[in-house]
């Protein structure tokens, strides 16, 4: 290959690495053992010619990488991720260095996490597992496990970008669920959809859904009963969660993070789980990843999973496809493949690259 693209982890399936290789690339994965990877390790992996690098969130894409990339004449950094804050497009900008991301193949995928997480919670799943294992199960009673029904209470989704609706229509659609939203833009398609299922629901002689866009993010906390959290990370929504945030939520009401995990003051979360043993938390995403804050791992009424909200083999195969075709296209000169549906296609069909 007359391309050298560096991919810092071993992505899932081998098409990625295919397209690469049919398309004048040599792939080099690095088979470093530990977890995350110091810039000075990236720097080493990038050597004196790189034409492109897939990375990961756990990295630290600044001035210092992208301008060691571009020494070595690359031309394109790809994150193998929808969010990018680990990235200073800026510095990448500054020496030249295109960055691409993977929205679209994880949308439905995330959604479905986030859904899962407000399941646990509000049924108490994790909890009940943990008491059956440990033997304490000595039979049915009235009070045991009683968690929230979710039909007819409020979702309220913080962010309704592609995850955030794609998140409230499951728990609307699946669960009966009114809506509350907030963001910066208008929802359309999501108001659309609730409408119109509202509507549906209406002539099958059931109650409808409602839904409203908040005029302010108070509104949603203080009156969701499930409330789940898709901003992006910037400065903008750092401890968008913070102490005085929390004490406006339903002493009851339970909280999902699967967006960043600095969105969430983290130790003013432990205290207020602490404090309201019936507020409950399911969170994918911590401040200090892969660390938890003290207190927070003995709290009951938390649920704690490894960032793996993207985790299904199709949409990892398809955010390396992505990946890698975000680096070819700028590498060759193509445009930018950031298509889902071209995507799907390709894994579906192993159609091949657009030329
Ligand atoms: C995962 O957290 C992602 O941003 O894709
Ligand atoms: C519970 O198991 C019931 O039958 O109500």
């Not at 409602?210 to 203080?222: C, F, G, I, K, N």
Request: hydrophobic share 40%; with cysteine.
């Amino acid at each position: 290959g007359k391309y050298r693209v560096v991919s810092t982890k071993s992505m899932p399936g081998t098409r990625w690495i295919n397209l690469l290789v049919q398309q004048d690339c040599r792939v080099e994965i690095c088979t470093e053992k530990k977890t995350i990877l110091s810039v000075e390790d990236i720097i080493a992996l990038i050597g004196t010619k790189c034409d492109g690098v897939i990375g990961q969130l756990t990295e630290d894409w600044g001035e210092t990488l992208f301008s060691a990339l571009s020494k070595a004449g690359g031309k394109a950094f790809s994150n193998m991720a929808v969010g990018y804050n680990n990235v200073d497009v800026e510095a990448a900008t500054k020496y030249g260095v295109a960055v691409g991301n993977t929205p679209g193949v994880l949308t439905e995928t995330t959604a479905e996490l986030a859904a899962s997480l407000s399941l646990a919670a509000s049924r108490r799943i994790v909890e009940a597992d943990g008491f059956m294992r440990a033997g304490l199960y000595d039979g049915w009673l009235p009070h045991l496990f009683v968690g929230n029904l979710l039909k007819g209470q409020t979702v309220g989704v913080i962010g309704a970008g592609r995850i955030g609706s794609a998140y409230a229509r499951m728990m609307i659609e699946g669960f009966k669920m009114n809506l509350i939203y907030y963001d910066l833009y208008q929802a359309t398609r999501l108001e659309k959809f609730v409408t119109a299922y509202g509507q549906f629901l209406k002539a099958s002689g059931e109650e409808p859904v409602t839904w409203r866009r908040a005029s302010s993010m108070d509104e949603v906390l203080q009156q969701a009963d499930v409330i789940s959290l898709h901003p992006i990370l910037d400065k903008t929504t750092y401890h968008l969660i913070n102490k005085e945030r929390l004490s406006k939520m339903k002493k009851e009401a339970i909280l999902i993070n699967c967006s960043r995990g600095p969105v969430v003051d983290e130790e003013a979360l432990v205290e207020h789980l602490k404090q309201n043993p019936m507020f409950r938390v399911g969170l994918d995403v911590f401040e200090d990843e892969p660390y938890m804050k003290p207190g927070l791992a003995d709290m009951k009424n938390a649920i704690v999973v490894p960032h793996i909200a993207s985790a299904s083999k199709w949409t990892r195969e398809g955010m390396a496809t992505l990946a890698a075709l975000n680096v070819l296209g700028k590498i060759k000169g193509y445009p930018t493949w950031s298509n889902p549906n071209q995507v799907e296609a390709f894994l579906d069909e192993n159609s091949p690259p657009p030329a």
